[in-house]
């Protein structure tokens, strides 16, 4: 069992410019999300997906931010245009329904610096 | 109000001693509950999981859940100066995780 991979670890660019992150699930997992979490704050929720089809989206989720599951494995986030507000680490996590519910395991995450 | 609440401040344990943490939920039909532990600068590990009203033990830990007064609490029994970190209680569904902010917890050696 490998766990959840996140790719960056971290990740400084300027206002403005455009940044991707990738997950990768744990391998038997159907269900991947994201979320966003900044100091102090527990994580918020942004998106999940089902297989490849992303079946809820937060409305922290600006139409800068889009996330892709193509072929219901890895996972990219994209942020378009960063603010400074986008810093924050960004979590993702999967789950498999197993007999009792849906336990989330988080990956390492990206921390995002916007300068 | 917000789904999850966690209002104490930083807990300060002697080294062997009990840790209680309490978060309460807004939502009175939520039916999953989850207590994380995180480390400084890392992501959110699962420690415990509790679906039915009363004492889930795993452990040196002890997840309690009561639905009709809309709380949920986590003890740690035996504090060991690796149990310093912060807790994120978080209530679940099918679709998200909703976290409270999280308790800090300082094991003095």
């Known amino acids: 069992d490998t766990g959840v991979s996140q790719d960056p670890r971290h990740k400084i660019t300027k206002r403005g410019q455009n940044v991707t992150f990738r997950c990768d699930p744990i391998s038997e997992h159907n269900r991947l999300y994201w979320y966003r979490q900044t100091l102090g704050q527990g994580p918020e929720f942004l998106t999940y997906?089902?297989?490849?089809?992303?079946?809820?989206k937060s409305r922290l989720l600006s139409d800068r931010f889009s996330a892709e599951r193509p072929k219901g494995s890895f996972s990219t986030l994209e942020i378009q245009r960063t603010e400074q507000g986008d810093s924050a680490m960004y979590l993702c996590a999967s789950s498999f329904r197993g007999t009792s519910g849906y336990e989330q395991y988080f990956g390492p995450g990206t921390r995002l610096t916007v300068t | 109000q917000k789904e999850v609440e966690q209002n104490s401040g930083p807990l300060s344990v002697p080294e062997g001693a009990i840790a209680s943490l309490n978060c309460t939920y807004s939502d009175r039909g939520s039916q999953s509950f989850f207590w994380y532990r995180q480390y400084s600068g890392k992501s959110p590990e699962l420690i415990m999981f509790i679906y039915s009203n009363g004492d889930k033990e795993d452990g040196r830990f002890t997840a309690q859940l009561n639905k009709a007064s809309q709380y949920v609490s986590l003890l740690i029994r035996d504090s060991q100066p690796s149990d310093s970190a912060t807790y994120l209680c978080a209530k679940g569904g099918n679709n998200r995780l909703a976290f409270g902010k999280g308790n800090q917890v300082v094991v003095i050696p």
């Open positions: 997906f089902q297989n490849e089809a992303q079946l809820e």
